[in-house]
């Protein structure tokens, strides 16, 4: 498998993916697209992974770089790659497949829990997401769900929160890759975000209970494993 991941920012990479990744003995390649990398050929991939970052799909005046962006996912789309795409990553897709991107009603910062959608209980990715569990959120936009996409999971304030296009594209709003590390860089990288709104907790808040990375994990794992196998 040659999987391919589009980083935005220094301070949000692969997370627990690495790690299963590795496992797995991987050819694995990166663009970090805020050094203007170049971008490689689609048909040099398998598996794309769109990770997440504080802009918004719609920043192409301030990152030009996001529409050539846009058109590598279309690209990875039409060939029929699979196609993880996080927070930032997921509003991509949905740019890409036609759904407006916008501010959300609340800033969703924190450990809050999912809802699943009647799709999202018979869906083999939606059942992997246990119903009210927590997963770990930071985001202020959403994005209008794609047409032809299914609509998997919403949150208290967000209704978009996890969707599929066809069998090979996953959205995720929310991140299950975090681990203590990668939330401490976040933390440190847009501390500027972290104001007092309903949503939004502590960074003590945030990193109060270990096990919570612990359980996040143990839901990406097998949803890896489904979109690898497609």
């Known amino acids: 498998m040659r999987v391919h991941y589009l980083q935005h920012v220094p301070f949000e990479g692969l997370g627990a993916i690495r790690p299963w990744l590795d496992e797995r003995k991987w050819q694995v390649t990166e663009t970090h697209l805020y050094q203007n990398e170049p971008l490689p050929s689609i048909s040099d991939i398998d598996w794309l992974i769109v990770m997440g970052g504080p802009m918004s799909a719609n920043d192409e005046s301030k990152h030009s770089w996001l529409m050539a962006e846009k058109d590598f996912i279309g690209q990875a789309i039409n060939h029929n790659k699979s196609v993880l795409g996080i927070c930032l990553g997921s509003q991509l897709i949905a740019d890409v497949l036609g759904a407006k991107v916008y501010q959300n009603l609340e800033p969703e910062i924190g450990w809050f829990p999912l809802e699943l959608t009647p799709h999202g209980r018979q869906h083999t990715v939606g059942r992997l997401l246990p119903e009210n569990s927590d997963v770990f959120h930071w985001h202020g936009e959403t994005f209008d769900l794609p047409q032809g996409a299914l609509h998997l999971a ?70 890896l494993n489904i979109l690898s196998e497609k």
């Open 154 to 223: 919403r949150s208290q304030v967000c209704e978009n929160q996890a969707f599929t296009y066809g069998d090979r594209v996953l959205g995720l709003q929310f991140h299950l890759e975090t681990t203590r590390a990668t939330l401490e860089a976040l933390v440190h990288g847009c501390a500027s975000e972290l104001k007092n709104k309903p949503f939004i907790q502590s960074p003590n808040q945030m990193m109060s209970d270990p096990s919570r990375f612990t359980r996040l994990h143990q839901m990406l794992k097998p949803i």
